[in-house]
């Protein structure tokens, strides 16, 4: 079991930075991947990004590429997203999830946990 809280979530003028961080507790951290994803109001849960067990390798959205940055500190049990440049379509909901693949994952399907989510909203 992996339980996780996500923090950091708040207002932001577009052209802003936020850094999420998503505590975990649970013996499994260490080995699983980790992604966030994103729900704006009537729109699909979206990927983000995701960062493999190691923190070695990442995979980013292409609407999100060369803005954030994910990373992890095993020895913290944490995961964080530093979101840069934000823009007004960057408002969602984010959430973090752990999966118990060790590589990167894309697809909610693929993840086996869940935060309850920190809201990010981007002002004009």
């Known amino acids: 079991q992996v339980q996780l809280v996500e923090s950091g979530g708040g207002l932001v003028q577009a052209g802003g930075s936020l850094r999420l961080s998503c505590a975990a507790s649970?013996?499994?951290?260490?080995?699983?991947?980790m992604g966030w994803f994103r729900q704006a109001p009537g729109k699909e849960r979206e990927f983000v990004a995701a960062v493999s067990w190691t923190g070695r390798n990442t995979y980013y959205a292409e609407s999100v590429k060369g803005r954030f940055t994910i990373s992890r500190d095993n020895a913290k049990n944490t995961v964080y997203l530093q979101m840069n440049s934000l823009k007004q379509e960057d408002t969602a909901v984010y959430y973090c999830?752990?999966?118990?693949?060790?590589?990167?994952?894309?697809?909610?399907?693929?993840?086996?946990?869940w935060g309850q989510g920190t809201q990010v909203t981007v002002s004009s």
């Open positions: 999830a752990a999966s118990l693949y060790y590589t990167v994952k894309y697809l909610p399907r693929e993840y086996n946990y």
């Open positions: 649970g013996r499994t951290f260490s080995s699983s991947s």
